[in-house]
């Protein structure tokens, strides 16, 4: 636990609306024999021990991977089960009635031509209109999803995307992921007010000239810098999205980017590695990691987490290592395209299928099947090479029969730290 955390426990530990929380949990989990309040204090320790938490209008966040508490997204997450009741022992397997958290590609369309996009290469097709979104987000709110994330493309150039984002309700916490461009004060303080929760800023480099030439255009810099501005001034939760390459994984590097951050306000900082999909589907040792490289990531996370004034950090290596949760693609994750397909995320090119024509739970629950277990370690890097070969004879995206045959070969063994403490295993 970090002594930068003392005060938001204390403050936490003092917030009756909190401890109401927390006692109505209890209170729900106390029906399932399953449950342990020992399990479940140590499945919040081991939550919240790489963490720096985070207060937002009154609400507190111990990771973005999950809902803020308190709130009715996070009773949401709770009550996501097939079976309405024992709903512990359901979550201490990950088995649940949808994802946590589902990313909608509002669109293909984009202002910038980034080197690292996870989109090229893959089919195109007409954009769902309005009304197809509003009723996949209303199934994707029956399934229980209390994390909703809207990208792209570039989702800022859909006119309807207020209109979009309204029709989520309260169960769900609503971000938005951008390069920032088009992101004015008008524009931030409208998507404030149809309910958006956080808003995702692109940012790889706190020089100028780096970030337009991983972005491909000049100005885009400039964008994302004033777009963070904006989010903060519309009362957004405001997060700096940063892809490290293995050549720029340096303190100097990451401690650039924090202090840039810093000084402009940001919330958090969520740091992904390069991923072998879209443009970077090929081998190189100045851009993908070693598990010494992921291993040197976590340890500068950990720094970054205790130095006072930095904002919040977040690792996918950290949050999908077997320390923590796992991958959850597919099972606590999933992404649907700018025309419907359904993919276990938007770095895994296999569909199961067109949400707008076919029923979505059902589709889900036959990729949630296929893929079983969480991962420990992101499955697209795991698995990069299956996914490869099979598309040598069927291009991209793979087809749900290719999909769920790579899925069958690489099945978890077993469960990451997270459930395995909810389990009495740990």
Known sequence: MYFTNLPKILKLAADPAMLRFIFKLHQFYSEDRAYSPLRFLKSMIN???????QC??????????????PSKAFFQLIQATNQKYNFYSQHMKADTSGPISFFLSLTKRCVLNCHHCSA???????????????????????MGTSIIGFTGGEPLLREDLEEIISSVSSKSTTYLFTCGKGLD?????????AGLFAAGISLDSAIAEEHNKCRGVKGA????IEAIKNSRAAGLYTMIQTVILKKDLSKQHFFSICCLARDLGVHEIRVLE?????????????????????????????QANRVRGFP????????ESDNKYGCGAGIQHSYINHNGDLYPCDFVPMCFGNAEKNNLKELWDRMKKAFGKPHSGCFALTNYSKIAEKSLSSGFPLKQIEAEEICASCQAEDYPKYYRILQGRE
Not at 185 to 193: N, V
Not at 282 to 297: G, V
């Open 47 to 53: 939550m919240s021990q790489s963490e720096k938490i």
């Open 56 to 69: 937002f209008e009154g609400k507190y966040i111990l990771t973005s991977f999950l809902p803020p508490m």
């Open 120 to 142: 090229k290469g893959r089919e195109s097709g007409k954009e769902l209109s309005t009304a197809s979104w509003k009723k996949i987000i209303h199934e994707i709110q029956a």
């Open 185 to 193: 004060k008008p524009r931030a303080a409208s998507l404030k007010k």
């Open 221 to 224: 810099f400039e964008a994302a």
């Open 274 to 302: 390069p991923i072998k999909s879209g443009r970077f589907f090929m081998d190189s040792p100045n851009i993908f990691y070693t598990s010494q490289d992921r291993k040197k990531l976590i340890a500068l996370h950990h």
């Open 312 to 319: 919040k950090i977040s690792t996918f290596a950290n949050t």
